[in-house]
């Protein structure tokens, strides 16, 4: 195999120039993005009917919980309802098809009988909002037009783009606003003119007319075709439609707000579908927006708002820069080490082949570009370089005494051994993490396969492609540098071996005392706070508002407005918008404001600072909950706060005493941040209580009572009129003035079934009272959600403070708890940690065991993992780090890394022992001719590293933890493997001789 590749020099050089091409062609036909793919399968279930709230929650939102409880994967459900709306979202386990989801979902919904029709929309984080478009108009009803006839069939047209979701939008609509007065003077209701408007404006299918040749079908159009005609509906003799109502064009009830700077207008949020590539989407988007500008009209004003592609690229960009700098700093590192340009300029072929091929496997297994990519190829430079390193170094020191071929034949067939068996430990190192079914896994799935892509190629690069050049290229005479310096490493050489006799004379005392200061750094583990993913530096926060009170649309603006002027304001702010009433269920109570920060360059702080500074100045608006966050790293997925834990139980008071008591135990700490819940404040209410046995006597029939009320005060459609190609509903109620006061009521006239007016005053009564706003339910069990922010304290406390006062809280009640969000992740986070580790650990010493065959040495060579981990946990420690779904990541690849060296010790080791050698200089031996290998090799994967660990650009707060957990763990393995591999290995290798006697005998 290395005589084939070394004397076959251009099929090899094809060969690897091949795999660059086709790396090259990945890098630019892969979907970008800043995250991996994180497509939790979700089912969004909405049914609009008629009904308060209790009604809603048992015959719409409970009928659904237990028509779709069995379908197969369902993980969670949870629910939400409110007064005429219900709202539940399923979430099903990672890899359900969501096409299959949706078609369960929906035959399950077919089997139940309810008061409406429910819709289904399935949501991917991956589809999330890439681009958000603001657009204002001084004519609000020509935008509306604008907005849904030509403005969004245009966008949806563009390739990539998903839903769009319109906030503020305000459906055109005929307005008949009924004129209280004029009803009284002619002794009318809503519910007459109603009827009537139906009667005039309808269309209908009237039959079919049929003869030997032809057939015909017969439709009444007896819409109104302009206002005119409405106008002119007769109410009866001499009293038309105009004479009680006032009628026009008009913008359905407003329930959302959109503002940017001073100008109200409309949000479009711009999904794109899953699977495409985010930055070519939002490219399809801007080179769209000029023929946009032109279908919309000058009067209206499109602003780009929100432009994802800016974060992925300022974070990918910031990896990238980080990679180069490590690449340059590792080569320098070679060459102060090898002190030759041809033998650096060797193991430098290495990184861009390695680079760039591995983005081919990557590609043929399905990821996509993304951080996580580039950071993993980035922590791996020294992993690509080391055998080269290694390789190198062989070959050089066989070509002083071989001709340059047969030197490169036998330097690689003389180490080959030992980098098969680094790559091995490896990839075994990754390979359990294929089996991580969660969404942390999906993050170490990334890592891992982009690592083991790089690893796969630069063994093979080394293995064939450096012999191959080495036997023609590699210069082995020595420079003036290497004279002058030679000196230095041959110091180094002697001092090591001094060191190495002393710790073999004392092995017991070195080995116990190893295992002291192992010890004292893992027991500095929980004191190191754990996350699942840090607050980092995108240059955008949002702000969240939520009145204490329900308010009315004006009101609300009144006071958000204020909290926008502020923040718009701050040096820090580039722009803001403000929205209102955002959710789903439009709860105009609720406010968000989008900010986007000034580049880093131009502003005093950064983001996480930004974001307590805004919370301590905002928590003074007594008036309004406000929390100032992060935006959210998995779109789609609910997961806004850091803290989200749910209190279930049957009884509604029970959980709100429980919330209470975690609110109470919550804030006697510090770092708890806006603590809330999602109970829902108390809704005021009119109730109107009817005399049953009056009503009786005057001849009101209840229904039609409420008939006369729906139509003066609901907005119900009566029918629809087509205008110039729209079709808009025309709508009835009361004038907005009468409206505005509830003493209207005692007002509205009923009639009898003998054609009397009745006072509604004469038969109801009227009262004030509260009653809940919406009722949460998760697994179909009533719930509260608390949420909190947190400064200064990790995920991991929270749940150590939670779960120690968990008795308290609780209490008595038959009640439980459940973890959501980034709580819910970290038992992910950490136990699939541990099952990689320990499923690793197996495999690797299974492959040492198979290689050596020895059941001994592999324990040795594994000694290098918990030294490596003892430093990671210092590293982190010291510099006031947390483990975090990152930093576990990088300590997996760590422990891939660490192995490498006791393996180029014991290899050589046991060799010469083979040979006969005396343990202890057998030893000496391989310290001595390994000790520049190891010392180059842990350097250059240190200084490959620095850039990221000490980088203070985009993303530092995830990048630069792993990067310091590997550079610690590094530096104390190769610190103590030096040292405690040859101690250990003098002190287990007569039990590994006499172990060897009972399992190997001669062979056949």
Known sequence: MYRFAINNPIAVLMFFIALVIFGTFSIFSMPINLYPKVDIPLIKITTTANGDLKFIESKITKEIENAISDVQGIKNINSTSYNNFSISVVEFELGKNLEVAANDIRDKLNTINLPAKPTLEKISPDAGSIVSLFLSSKDHLKLMRKIDNDIKPFLQKISGVGTINDIAFLKPQVQIKLLPNALQKYHINALDVAKIIQSHNFKQYLGEFENSKDNFTIKGYFEAQNLKELENIRIFSGIFLKDIANISYGLENQKQFAMLDTKDGVLLELNKISGYNSLKVIENIKNSLKTLQTIAGNEVEIKIVYDKSQNILKHINQVIFDMIFGV???????????????????????????IISSFFLINLLGYDINRLTIIALTLSIGIFIDDAIVIIESIAKKAKTLPPL???????????????????????????????????????????????????????????????????????????????????????????????????????????????????????????????????????????????????????????????????????????????????????????????????????????????????????????????????????????????????????????????????????????????????????????????????????????LAYVLAYSFGNLSVGNMDYKNFKDEIILSFDEAFKQNPTSLELIELKNHNNESIKLASIASFSYKKDLSLINRHNKTTSIKLTSSIENISLGEVRKIFESNLAYILGKNNLSFAYSGFLDFLDDTISGFLFSISLGMILIYLILASLYSSLILPLIIMISMPLAFGGACFGIFITGNHFSLFVLVAIILLFGMVGKNAILLVDVANKKCDEGMEVEKALIYAGKSRLRAILMTTFAMIFSMLPLALSKGSGFEGNSPMAIAIIFGLISSTLLTLLVVPALFKFAHNLDVKIKKIYQREKI
């Open 328 to 354: 340059i700093l590792t080569l320098l590192i070679v060459y102060v080490f090898l002190r030759n340009i041809s033998a650096t300029i060797l193991a430098f072929i290495v990184l861009p082949t390695s």
């Open 406 to 704: 047969q030197a490169s034949f036998e330097g690689i067939k003389e180490i080959g051994f030992s980098v098969l068996s680094i790559s091995a430990v490896l990839l075994c190192v990754f390979i359990p993490i294929a089996y991580m079914n969660s969404v942390p896994g999906l993050f170490f799935n990334v890592l891992a396969t982009s690592v083991a892509s790089g690893v796969i190629i630069s063994y093979l690069v080394s293995v064939f492609l450096i012999p191959t050049l080495s036997a023609r290229f590699l210069n082995t005479s020595e420079s003036t540098f290497y004279k002058k310096s030679e000196f230095l490493f041959i110091k180094l050489d002697l001092f090591y071996e001094k060191l190495l006799y002393k710790v073999l004379a004392n092995k017991i005392k070195f080995i116990l005392s190893t295992l002291i200061i192992i010890t004292l750094c893992f027991s500095l583990t929980p004191k190191i706070g754990l996350d699942f993913l840090p607050i980092e530096e995108d240059s955008e926060i949002q702000v969240l508002l939520e009145s204490k009170n329900d308010l009315s649309l004006e009101a609300m603006k009144e006071k958000s407005l204020k909290v926008y002027e502020y923040i718009k304001q701050d040096p820090s702010v580039a722009y803001a918008y403000l929205l209102i009433g955002y959710n789903d269920a439009k709860e105009i109570k609720k406010a968000k404001i989008y900010v986007k920060l000034k580049p880093l360059n131009e502003r005093k702080f950064r983001q996480p600072k930004l974001i307590s500074l805004f919370q301590e100045k905002l928590n003074s608006y007594e008036d309004l909950k406000i929390k100032v966050l992060e935006l959210p790293k998995i779109e789609g997925a609910g997961i806004e706060d850091p803290v989200q834990i749910q209190i279930l139980g049957d009884d509604l008071k029970s959980i709100k005493e429980a919330i209470d008591r975690m609110k109470e135990v919550f804030s006697k700490h510090e770092g708890f941040v806006a603590i809330d819940d999602n109970e829902g404040d108390l809704k005021e209410e009119i109730a109107i209580n009817i005399n049953r046995e009056k009503a009786a006597k005057l001849g009101i029939n209840p229904q039609e």
